[in-house]
């Protein structure tokens, strides 16, 4: 029979937070936190670690935790419904936490501001996402929307569609965004036609595209 007792106090996930701080713990040792309880087989933490091999293995970090269902994660041993959705509820708060804060000011004076904004939304999504971003003359953010979601190299969409609210606004410069979902992020050729259409069509009606960014994981291009 296992027990977490029979770790050093020291190298036990809620002593190690307290003496090291969050940042040292390993990621089944973060999961176990929520665990928080073994079985007569298992500890929280050897659970947490099965629960990394057996689901979280597809992903290179805990983002598993917004993609797993509730029943695949109660189909391991010592994870029950309450802790499932406990789970479950850590995953949807991390994603909440990714999301710009688009009810302060944001100034993007480089690129690497927006990229900043966006990375831990878009880098893992499974599918493609465009999003604008609608600035004033002082590249102060006054509204962020998502224009269109579909699968990857496959998002649906039209200058209409794109330039329709900045045009209501009288927003005088934007900046689009989307991610691939493979992870490599170099414009394809299609991003760079699509680049040149809206940014040709922008400036008819006297808007500026300041940068058309492609997110991949962990790095990024600007199509312009």
Request: proline residues 3%; hydrophobic residues 40%.
């Amino acid at each position: 029979m296992s027990n977490i007792k029979n770790i050093p106090i020291q190298e036990r996930p809620y002593e190690k937070m307290l003496l090291y701080g969050a940042e040292a713990l390993s990621n089944s040792e973060l999961l176990s936190i929520i665990i928080k309880t073994g079985t007569k087989e298992k500890s929280a933490l050897e659970i947490a670690q099965e629960l990394i091999n057996l689901v979280g293995n597809e992903f290179s970090n805990l983002r598993f935790l917004q993609e797993v269902s509730t029943n695949e994660l109660t189909k391991i041993e010592g994870i029950g419904k309450v802790k499932a959705i406990e789970l479950k509820a850590v995953g949807e708060i991390a994603r909440r936490i990714s999301k710009p804060l688009t009810n302060a000011q944001i100034k993007i004076e480089k690129e690497s501001d927006i990229v900043e904004l966006f990375m831990n939304e878009l880098q893992n999504e499974k599918n493609e996402i465009l999003k604008i971003v609608m600035l004033n003359n002082k590249n102060i953010v006054r509204k962020i929307s998502t224009i269109a979601v579909g699968n990857e190299g496959n998002i649906i969409t039209n200058v209409k569609s794109i330039l329709a609210e900045p045009v209501k606004m009288q927003i005088p410069r934007i900046i689009l965004l989307h991610n691939h979902p493979s992870g490599n992020s170099i414009p394809s050729k299609i991003d760079i036609l699509f680049t040149e259409k809206i940014k040709a069509a922008a400036e008819l009606l006297d808007i500026q595209l300041l940068a058309h960014i492609v997110i991949g994981d962990g790095t990024y291009h600007n199509v312009i």
